[in-house]
């Protein structure tokens, strides 16, 4: 439940911060730089050890719409949903804290947008940013509005699998504002999982799961620093975070009626595959092949993964190789066919020309 406190701001922006001492000043002088002031800030430490939390005890004390909390080290998506429970704003809206807001007139546009009719959700463009090289990110080139039936039908599959190309919503929360009513549909933090990647697209899942009356405007508010918090680094946890992607999406679209099911039942089940496939051709470059084994093995046991194997031993033997290979779940195998595809024609490839394919019969 978020919370209500006695004159609620007009939006609340939720910041989680995990040692980001480097970045954070430049994201918060891009919010108190904002001409639009009927704001608060949550400043959500997540158990930083650097000067993070110096550094947001500082702007809290200069500005009385900076509200700092800390907690115990808990990953990003329970971080996220703890922000939310302390936000008391009539909008709700999320910044990374490696992140910042391109435009100083950002949330005013945000509030005159949805002021302008009876959104739940307002999506905008963004930048990339990369060192000194900025790419504007945007789902539409001009204005649209797409209402609750369009919305469950074209929109929210995007987020049931992750590879769903008529979709103009995107899997960030970053560039969205949305209504605090839709985070009655959150579980609490304290019951939450720990959870590092894909964060964003479960929060959506339970964000918009019931569909929603969406605005997409093309102006770029906010700017995604790219490559700056060592996240794109190999994990030995990556599959774990895919297995829980899956479990969410799996359950939503348990209750999914759409036309479409089936087809997004069959990609997810295959984008895990892929996924899986191509990461033990990245795990080929960091670990010796008694260890990759050791977690091509483990990997094979999470329940989604062995969902996965069940349903390609149902289903007739395929030509795609991460198919196949999930269906025989032999860890040697992996490996064999790993090496021979490693520097060759990447998973992803494959991955696109087998959606094209699925896209056409949709």
């Known amino acids: 439940m978020i919370s209500s406190r006695d004159n609620c701001p007009w939006l609340s922006v939720i910041i989680p911060i995990y040692n980001k001492e480097k970045y954070l000043r430049e994201c918060l002088d891009s919010i108190t730089a904002q001409t639009f002031g009927d704001f608060e800030v949550i400043l959500a430490d997540d158990g930083s050890t650097d000067s993070s939390g110096e550094i947001c ?13 800390k907690k115990e080290n808990g990953g990003v998506f329970q971080t996220k949903i703890f922000g939310a429970e302390k936000a008391s704003g009539t909008y709700i809206t999320f910044c990374d804290s490696d992140d910042f ?8 546009v945000m509030h005159d947008e949805l002021a302008s009719g009876s959104y739940s959700v307002l999506q905008f463009g963004y930048f990339k940013k990369y060192n000194h090289l900025k790419r504007i990110i945007k789902a539409v080139n001009e204005p649209v509005i797409v209402d609750r039936d369009t919305f469950l039908s074209r929109e929210y599959p995007k987020l049931l699998c992750s590879h769903w190309d008529s979709s103009r919503l995107t899997t960030g929360v970053c560039n969205k504002v949305y209504h605090r009513k839709l985070f009655e549909n959150l579980p609490r933090s304290d019951e939450s999982e720990r959870v590092f990647w894909g964060d964003d697209q479960i929060i959506n899942l339970h964000l918009l799961s019931k569909g929603e009356s969406l605005r997409i405007i093309p102006k770029p508010l906010y700017c995604y620093r790219r490559f700056s918090g060592g996240t794109n680094d190999f994990s030995l946890h990556t599959m774990e975070d895919v297995d829980t992607i ?3 999406q799996l359950y939503f679209l348990d209750s999914y009626s759409g036309d479409s099911k089936n087809q997004m039942k069959e990609v997810l089940f295959y984008e895990l595959a892929d996924w899986f496939f191509n990461y033990v051709q990245q795990a080929l470059n960091h670990l010796d092949k008694k260890h990759l084994r050791s977690l091509i093995e483990d990997t094979l046991q999470l329940p989604r993964f062995k969902l996965a194997e069940e349903y390609y031993l149902t289903n007739k033997e ?9 269906r025989k779940a032999d860890a040697d195998s992996y490996i064999i066919k790993a090496t021979e595809y490693h520097g060759k024609k990447s998973a992803k490839d494959i991955l696109v020309s087998f959606l094209k394919k699925i896209y056409a019969s949709v």
């Open 318 to 326: 395929e030509s795609r190789e991460a198919a196949n290979l999930l």
């Open 246 to 248: 899956k479990k969410y």
């Open 57 to 69: 005890k500082a702007y809290a004390g200069r500005d009385s719409r900076m509200h700092y909390f």
């Open 101 to 108: 807001y391109a435009d100083k007139n950002a949330f005013r």
